[in-house]
């Protein structure tokens, strides 16, 4: 079983700068991946980033990246040039293995200023 | 554009009355979920199929139930709600389950109201 932590339940960050969500987790299983999923106001969940647990580079899609730190147990999202589109709540999901489930976290909410 | 469509989009019910939420797929995935979501809170997996064997999650109380006839098909079944029952309710699919990063494609949810 995985558990995992996002303690931060609300952030705001001005149009175009940078935010920093972060995650915390925990599993027994050496073989996990990690997924950022973000659920709009108009609550279609949609994937954002995924990431292998075995691979050592930090995955980038666009401006989303991750700071994956395994021995902390630590998968941070990263918005880069942040969007009024980016508002939302985003989940840290880990999944240990195949045939797993997915175990999303409480969700950060993300308010852009304009 | 293929998709996960729920239907309908808030869905009102009376306490003790059987609902059915009902969810559909174009993307001709093997895997259905179904999660609730209360407000300001972490999805929760109810359930899930995969093509017809289904795998029920030990903590979803036994008054939700769900039916998937065929592939592009599934239902859940409220028998009896109640008012803590109120929450979202997400349709999710995925193309298989034996690869750890199968990315999971979500319908809009039936936002469901016990009066």
């Known amino acids: 079983a995985q558990t995992v932590t996002q303690s931060q339940p609300e952030m705001s960050v001005q149009e175009a700068e940078t935010v920093t969500l972060s995650c915390t987790y925990d599993?027994?299983?050496?073989?996990?991946?990690l997924f950022w999923y973000k659920q709009p106001p108009s609550r279609q969940m949609i994937l954002v980033i995924r990431q292998e647990a075995y691979k050592q580079q930090n995955a980038t899609e666009n401006r989303f990246s991750v700071n994956f730190q395994k021995a902390a147990k630590s998968f941070s999202l990263k918005i880069s040039d942040s969007q009024l589109g980016d508002a939302a709540m985003y989940f840290c999901a880990p999944r240990a293995g195949a045939n797993s489930k997915l175990t999303f976290g409480k969700g950060i909410t993300l308010s852009v200023r304009p | 554009d293929a998709m996960v469509i729920q239907n309908p989009r808030y869905q009102v019910t009376q306490f003790g009355k059987p609902v059915t939420l009902s969810c559909s797929q174009t993307l001709n995935h093997n895997v259905m979920y179904w999660y609730q979501q209360k407000s300001s809170q972490a999805p929760k997996l109810l359930f899930h199929?995969?093509?017809?064997?289904?795998?029920n999650e030990a903590d979803t109380p036994d008054n939700f139930q769900s039916r998937r006839p065929n592939t592009s098909f599934c239902f859940l079944d409220i028998r009896s709600p109640g008012l803590g029952d109120a929450a979202m309710y997400l349709c999710?699919?995925?193309?298989?389950?034996?690869?750890?990063?199968?990315?999971?494609?979500f319908g809009s949810g039936t936002q469901l109201s016990v009066l």
């Open positions: 599993t027994s299983e050496s073989d996990y991946y």
């Open positions: 199929y995969y093509d017809k064997d289904f795998n």
């Open positions: 999710a699919t995925s193309r298989g389950r034996v690869a750890g990063d199968e990315k999971l494609f």
